[in-house]
């Protein structure tokens, strides 16, 4: 079931702050954070594996809240390429030892100087 | 490290032709392949997962005979595109995942457009 990304898109003015918000209706195993641009194939941010944990590089962190089914994404300061269509993907089981990433529409992100 | 390259970059074909796909993962091997269809402003869709040296699984709706995936060796998986239509212009995009590694690299993409 793909996992719900909230907004759907937002305009941020350079140094501002934003965030973005995954929630999924089924137990999540991990969630991976990625941003496409456009015409671009998505480029891996990170990976969040267990309940609670925090990750970060360089302004751009994320947290996984395993109980609530949600991670969210923190991008601080924004900078001009930051710009693009950020999505999150959940892993679920498919068998035989096999996970597949299910991913959400997405969230458009455009900083503007 | 872990590079997915895709070839072609980009694909014009006339309907009813066939058009192959490669995925290779350049400095790892990719126990796992995944084959990826994104539509303009649209996520990205899962079409198949294969694994090395087994038949591809299919999502639901993604006809197998029409979408022909091999993923002969550690590093190299391809697919198929038979009997193309213009409906099956799209990006196409594969992933990769190696061993028991949860971090999933993308290729750049195939964008086939079918007229």
């Known amino acids: 079931q793909q996992p719900v990304q909230s907004p759907q898109a937002v305009i941020l003015r350079e140094g501002e702050d934003a965030v973005i918000n995954c929630s999924s209706s089924?137990?999540?195993?991990?969630v991976h954070w990625y941003r496409q641009k456009h015409g671009e194939a998505p480029v891996f941010l990170m990976i969040?594996?267990?309940?609670?944990e925090q990750k970060g590089h360089e302004k751009i962190s994320a947290s996984f809240n395993e109980k609530k089914q949600q991670s969210s994404l923190y991008l601080t300061a924004s900078q001009l390429s930051y710009s693009g269509t950020y999505f999150c993907?959940?892993?679920?089981?498919?068998?035989?030892?096999?996970?597949?990433?299910?991913f959400g529409k997405g969230t458009k992100l455009s900083v503007i100087p | 490290g872990a590079v997915v390259s895709q070839h072609p970059s980009w694909v014009i074909c006339k309907s009813g032709t066939s058009v192959k796909i490669e995925c290779r993962s350049l400095?790892?091997?990719?126990?796992?392949m995944f084959w990826y269809r994104q539509f303009p402003k649209q996520s990205l869709m899962l079409m198949a997962t294969?694994?090395?040296?087994?038949?591809?699984?299919?999502e639901q709706g993604v006809e197998k005979d029409k979408f022909l995936i091999n993923h002969a060796s550690l590093t190299l998986s391809t697919l198929t595109v038979t009997s193309a239509h213009p409906e099956d212009s799209s990006f196409y995009i594969c992933?990769?995942?190696?061993?028991?590694?949860?971090?999933?690299?993308f290729g750049p993409g195939t964008r086939l457009t079918v007229t």
């Open positions: 294969s694994n090395e040296g087994s038949k591809a699984t299919y």
């Open positions: 993907g959940t892993d679920s089981y498919s068998g035989a030892g096999s996970y597949q990433l299910t």
């Open positions: 400095d790892f091997q990719a126990t796992t």
């Open positions: 969040l594996l267990k309940g609670g």
């Open positions: 992933s990769a995942r190696a061993g028991t590694s949860y971090e999933q690299y």
């Open positions: 089924k137990a999540l195993y991990s």
